[in-house]
């Protein structure tokens, strides 16, 4: 495979043009190359006026969520022959996000609904001399949670999260599952009382589309169904 066809959903909204797919032909020049080393070949050598977002390459930032074939997916961590089909690549911004421009989506609503969550420690008994510690088991509990790096890939999948913007989304319930299962934590009540509503844990039905596209193997799903339970623990 000496190149592979880059097909680009390119849209500029401040343009007045019409959205239009572009065709870009970019070399494959090493083994294992990503899908952000295409698109960086294609804004530094063929069209600098190509948008996409991406910062530290390493799967980390969370930046550079876009839908590659179909799937959500990270350009910097997903090798192009792992997701190639018949010598192309159909690359789309973020499904179900006001698009910026071009591959760039607005972020606002999804990190205001993460804000929303109370996504940090909330302690009442006052603070011990060192640090307020955890067991090693307590610790764990936090593993499959603490991993997230907001990349949006799971909300913008979610068919609930695209037909009712109010809904949270798998995202932000995953984060709030990640402090109540916190051992040091003593904001679970608080918390409940924002989820138990039909604009967020309520609203997901189980498709699992979130945990198909989370490129860090996180599941989401798992999560909100941990919150599930515990609003009807409370409730009885
Ligand atoms: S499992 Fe729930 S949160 Fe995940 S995609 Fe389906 S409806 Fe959305
Ligand atoms: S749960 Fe996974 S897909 Fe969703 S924002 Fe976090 S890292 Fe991204
Ligand atoms: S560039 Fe940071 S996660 Fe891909």
Same mark, same amino acid.
């Given at each position: 495979m000496d190149s592979v066809t880059f097909t680009i959903l390119r849209y500029d909204p401040a343009s007045g043009q019409a959205p239009h797919y572009q065709d870009y032909q970019v070399k494959i020049t090493k083994p294992g190359m990503m899908i952000l080393d295409g698109l960086n070949q294609i804004r530094w050598?063929?069209?600098?006026?190509l948008a996409y977002r991406r910062s530290c390459r390493e799967g980390v930032c969370g930046s550079d969520g876009v839908n590659v074939n179909g799937v959500n997916m990270l350009t910097c961590v997903t090798h192009v022959e792992e997701v190639v089909k018949n010598g192309r690549l159909v690359i789309q911004p973020l499904p179900g996000l006001p698009l910026v421009k071009d591959l760039v989506v607005d972020l606002d609503d999804f990190l205001q609904k993460y804000f929303t969550v109370k996504p940090y420690l909330i302690t009442r008994t006052p603070a011990p001399d060192k640090e307020r510690l955890q067991s090693p088991a307590e610790r764990k509990k936090l593993d499959g949670l603490?991993?997230? @790096?907001? !990349?949006?890939c799971c909300s913008s999948s979610c068919p609930s999260y695209w037909a009712d913007p109010r809904y949270l989304g798998p995202s932000a319930l995953l984060n709030v599952w990640r402090f109540i299962e916190d051992s040091r934590d003593e904001g679970a009540d608080e918390r409940l009382d924002i989820l138990d509503d039909h604009h967020a844990?309520?609203? !997901?039905?189980? @498709?699992?589309n979130c945990v198909e596209a989370c490129p860090k193997g996180l599941n989401p799903t798992k999560a909100i169904a941990g919150i599930k339970k515990a609003l009807v623990n409370r409730r009885f």
């Open positions: 050598e063929q069209d600098g006026s603490y991993e997230c @790096i907001l !990349c949006a844990s309520w609203r !997901c039905h189980t @498709i699992l």
